[in-house]
């Protein structure tokens, strides 16, 4: 952070990054005004949160400040939940807004005098060809428009006509407001786009106060002119639109005149970041809903347990260039494994439980025994966890007769159970299916903390919970909600679905502490991977989602890479 106005020394860690620190040093501007643009028509996702820490990271290290400002002008799509959920996000991943909560709704009534203001000078007109029409008549890529029949219509009429439209004369649609650019340019953007239309809706924040709406391209680059918006930061999809928002400053009495910077966005493999599919796959049922925790949106990945400082590091390493690329879902995955390594507090959890039943240990007796925090901070501490004669260990970690090189527990084999004892498996109890239903075990008195006094090795460390003392709880799993790394890459996104991004395991049991868990707190069960609770947890009744596992594909594809 440094004083308002003085450049840092990391001017130039990105192209917008330079840019700022050139307009600080050249004079060109004082301070630094950014702002985070969304509409809210949807929640928002990872994508979003690139340029929300662009904009406000940015406004931060170069002592400026950055609005949040809702780009509200359609009111068909959008809706106060979204407009909540947005706040709520922005301010989960980190970034404050102070006062500098903006509406472009808050401009309708100036932006409506700015379009007289253009009818005034001639630069825009009132035209009665139909939405079909108007597109025919733009023209393509290759060939040039051609004028409305209306283009030339006298100042008066356009004035007249603008001022019945707002009064509610005409039905929706019957006719919009161009400006008048040129119907032959080699930018289709600046083919007389529609500036204002008709649109008999219900706005979240003005209510039925309008029946014309400015549109989006109308709005935006003025509602930056009125914050005194300094660095207007969008994605590269806007650059064509430039010149039309430069050209209506540059005809218009703003009070400031921002400059647009585009960057790339971001694409992720194996999910999908446009608002408009991410709505398909809630109103499909899909998934369970825009914070279910497969989705890619924040309040998604809020909601599987990851850490808000984590998708801050990954916007970090993504960087900020002007080519498109698609991110590995790994690193995003590596981001959040290296910061819930260092900070996740450890437990014991067995996702698929086998009974262990220990014939030396007394009846009716347990003890306490000491559990390290985390080994990764000593300042942790620890916590105590029960053990007794009954226990649960994982199902997977016993094997009647194992390969050569599984090492955990198999008949007559000894391992150690982690924090508490060597133990030893007598025998497997099956049922009648042959099933291994229990395990019949002793353990040695002599190792208790999980060494022996005379030296002998295991080769394994199981976890394991006490079965008297364990909660009984339901674990989501999640894996990647598309199957293939670039849905919809050949036909329907929605055919691209994993049918196995999620199982559910009722049949939990966790160490006693964890009902105590809050949500929103990420914990590592030890061996497993990292897990948190989910809201639909109930008092008695916890659910958890596994946040990540613990394999790391991110750095093997690294060192893979690194090896050749
Ligand atoms: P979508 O394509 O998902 O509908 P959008 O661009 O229409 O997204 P907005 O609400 O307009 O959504 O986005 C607000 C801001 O976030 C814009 O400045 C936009 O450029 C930026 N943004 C949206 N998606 C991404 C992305 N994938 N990567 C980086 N920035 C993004
Ligand atoms: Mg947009």
Redo the contacts with the bound molecule.
């Keep these: 952070m440094s004083e308002a106005g003085t450049p840092t020394d990391d001017g130039g860690r990105d192209f917008v990054r330079a840019v700022i620190h050139e307009d600080l040093v050249a004079g060109r501007t004082t301070s630094v005004v950014t702002r985070?643009?969304?509409?809210p028509n949807?929640y928002l996702?990872i994508?979003?949160a690139?340029?929300i820490c662009l904009n406000f990271g940015v406004a931060g290290e170069f002592g400026g400040r950055c609005n949040l400002r809702f780009?509200d002008t359609n009111p068909i799509k959008e809706e106060m939940e979204f407009i909540d959920s947005i706040q709520e996000d922005v301010r989960w991943l980190g970034y404050d807004w102070g006062e500098h909560l903006y509406f472009a709704s808050d401009y309708f009534e100036q932006l409506y005098d700015w379009a007289e203001h253009l009818i005034g000078d001639g630069k825009a007109y009132v035209d009665d060809l139909t939405a079909d029409e108007i597109r025919e008549y733009r023209g393509t890529l290759t060939v040039p428009g051609r004028d409305s029949p209306h283009r030339a219509r006298p100042v008066d009429e356009n004035l007249d006509l603008f001022r019945r439209m707002r009064a509610g004369d005409f039905a929706d649609g019957a006719r919009v407001l161009r400006a008048k650019i040129d119907m032959a340019s080699g930018n289709i953007n600046l083919r007389d786009p529609v500036i204002y239309r008709i649109l008999r809706a219900e706005h979240p924040r003005t209510g039925d106060a309008w029946c014309i709406y400015p549109t989006y391209d109308f709005a935006h680059g003025q509602s930056d002119a009125i914050e005194g918006v300094t660095h207007s930061i969008?994605?590269l999809e806007?650059e064509d639109h430039r010149p039309l928002y430069d050209w209506l400053i540059d005809n218009l009495p703003v009070p400031s005149r921002p400059r647009q910077y585009e960057f790339a966005?971001?694409?992720l493999t194996h999910t999908v970041?446009?608002?408009?599919r991410l709505m398909d796959l809630v109103r499909d049922g899909h998934v369970k809903g825009w914070d279910d925790p497969r989705m890619p949106t924040l309040s998604g990945l809020r909601r599987r347990g990851i850490p808000a400082a984590a998708i801050r590091d990954f916007a970090g390493r993504i960087g900020v260039t002007k080519s498109d690329s698609t991110v590995e879902m790994a690193l995003l995955d590596h981001c959040v494994r290296e910061l819930l390594n260092k900070t996740a507090e450890r437990r014991m959890a067995v996702l698929h439980p086998l009974k262990v039943v220990i014939e030396n240990y007394p009846e009716g007796e347990s003890e306490e025994l000491e559990a390290v925090n985390n080994p990764e901070d000593p300042d942790a501490g620890t916590h105590p966890v029960p053990f007794s004669r009954e226990l649960y260990i994982e199902r997977g970690d016993f094997m009647e007769d194992p390969p050569k090189k599984f090492f955990r527990l198999a008949p007559g084999r000894e391992v150690r159970l982690r924090y508490a004892y060597f133990l030893t498996c007598r025998e497997a109890v099956k049922d009648d299916a042959g099933e291994v239903v229990e395990l019949r075990c002793t353990y040695d008195p002599e190792t208790r903390g999980g060494n022996a006094p005379d030296g002998r090795k295991v080769k394994a460390t199981l976890h394991w919970v006490s079965a008297a003392h364990a909660v009984k709880a339901e674990v989501r799993l999640y894996d990647h909600l598309f199957a293939t790394e670039e849905p919809g890459a050949d036909g329907d996104f929605l055919d691209d679905i994993n049918p196995d991004s999620l199982e559910v395991l009722r049949d939990c049991r966790l160490e006693p502490g964890l009902t105590e868990a809050a949500v929103g707190e990420t914990v590592q069960f030890e061996r497993l991977g990292y897990f948190c609770p989910d809201p639909d947890s109930i008092p008695g009744a916890p659910v958890f989602n596994r946040t990540i596992g613990l394999r790391d594909m991110w750095a093997k594809m690294q060192a893979k890479k690194r090896t050749g």
Aim: glycine share 10%.
């Design positions: 985070f643009p969304p509409e949807g996702h994508g979003h690139k340029s780009d969008c994605t806007f966005r971001l694409n970041v446009s608002k408009r």
